[in-house]
């Protein structure tokens, strides 16, 4: 069974950071892509970007390039999401996704609760 | 960007009916077009992808369907399982997006 669980959520103030986790598990993560969406309350969900399955490539939603960071552990079947600088509208559900056969994303994980506010 | 755009944000329906969710994308996208399944407490699901083809395990109640750059969900036979929030996410181009999601509730 595939399985994504994120971590790293929390509390926060302004203009500090936070680095996500993402544990996967039931199918061969090194061969994945992988995608980190998010969903601020009461809002629909915005995509945050995605890295390849080697690492090779990532794309950034415009909004958060330069101030979000997406990697991978391939050895620890792990994706993390690296956030600075954060504000107040990042407030948000953080997701990680696994891509399919196309860009869809075809699991997610259950999301981490990213708060920030003084 | 690929602009989204989801209707209705809300709809409510019965047990046994059948309803249509829409999603018009900004400019062309061909069939590039995915639609999610949102419930509390689970994880999001992917129903259909490529506009029309159901993901293994979508029931068969739910189709998909394109006119342009109009699409369709078509939930025929509502059960009980099926309210719940969807979306609409474009992958023909980056950055990828989503509709602002349709809830849709007994």
């Known amino acids: 069974e595939v399985q994504l669980v994120e971590s790293g959520g929390g509390l926060v103030q302004p203009g500090s950071s936070l680095k996500l986790s993402c544990v996967a598990s039931?199918?061969?993560?090194?061969?994945?892509?992988m995608h980190w969406i998010r969903q601020a309350p009461k809002k629909g969900l915005e995509w945050i970007g995605l890295?390849?399955?080697?690492?090779?490539?990532?794309y950034y939603t415009d909004s958060m390039k330069g101030r979000f960071t997406i990697s991978r552990d391939n050895s620890e079947n792990t994706l993390y999401l690296e956030m600075n600088s954060l504000r107040s509208e990042d407030t948000a559900v953080y997701y990680c996704?696994?891509?399919?056969?196309?860009?869809?994303?075809?699991?997610w994980g259950l999301g981490a609760s990213v708060t920030v506010s003084s | 960007d690929v602009q989204m755009t989801q209707s209705p944000s809300y709809l409510a329906a019965s047990p046994g009916e059948s309803v249509s969710i829409s999603c018009k994308a900004s400019?062309?996208?061909?069939?590039?077009l995915a639609w999610y399944q949102e419930k509390p407490g689970m994880t999001n699901k992917l129903l259909i992808h490529?506009?029309?083809t159901l993901q293994s395990g979508t029931p068969s109640r739910f189709s998909g369907s394109r006119s342009g750059t109009d699409f369709t969900l078509t939930i025929r036979s509502l059960e009980f399982e099926d309210f719940a929030l969807y979306y609409c996410?474009?992958?023909?181009?980056?950055?990828?997006?989503f509709g602002s999601g349709t809830k849709l509730e007994i």
């Open positions: 039931g199918f061969t993560f090194n061969k994945s892509n």
């Open positions: 490529s506009g029309s």
């Open positions: 996704a696994k891509q399919g056969p196309l860009y869809v994303m075809d699991a």
């Open positions: 996410q474009q992958f023909n181009e980056y950055p990828l997006t």
């Open positions: 400019k062309s996208i061909g069939n590039n």
């Open positions: 890295i390849y399955y080697d690492g090779s490539f990532k």
